[in-house]
């Protein structure tokens, strides 16, 4: 049974940072590369970060958080952790945890296995 279940999300201001948690279970965590999206209202999910590997990572991002977000893992807690800086409003969204690619990292609809998302607010 997969499980992934996200925290952290909170209403910040612009220049605000943020940690969110993507709580797996073992077997996800330990099998599957990870992935963070987004979804603006009205708005499609879009990719945000991935990574792959256990010791050896490698990560990837949307250009629109290159430099600001930074996607991580902890073996010990099983738990994705995507770490937002310098926020902007733009950055306003529901962030999913994402699991289990079969294609393209930045394709939504690649994706097997999801959370039910952590609500992400950033006033101006």
């Known amino acids: 049974q997969v499980q992934l279940v996200e925290s952290g999300g909170r209403l910040v201001q612009a220049g605000d940072s943020l940690r969110l948690s993507c709580a797996a279970d073992?077997?996800?965590?330990?099998?599957?590369?990870m992935g963070w999206f987004r979804q603006a209202p009205g708005q499609g999910r879009d990719f945000v970060a991935a990574?792959?590997?256990?010791?050896?990572?490698?990560?990837f991002y949307a250009d629109s958080v290159k430099g600001r977000f930074t996607i991580s893992r902890d073996n010990a807690k099983n738990t994705v952790y995507l770490q937002m800086n310098r926020l902007i409003p733009e950055d306003t969204a529901v962030y999913y945890c994402a699991a289990d690619p079969d294609g393209e990292y930045t394709r939504a609809s690649d994706w097997g296995y999801w959370g039910q998302g952590t609500q992400v607010t950033v006033s101006a």
């Open positions: 990574l792959n590997g256990v010791s050896t990572v490698s990560t």
């Open positions: 073992a077997g996800t965590f330990r099998s599957y590369p």
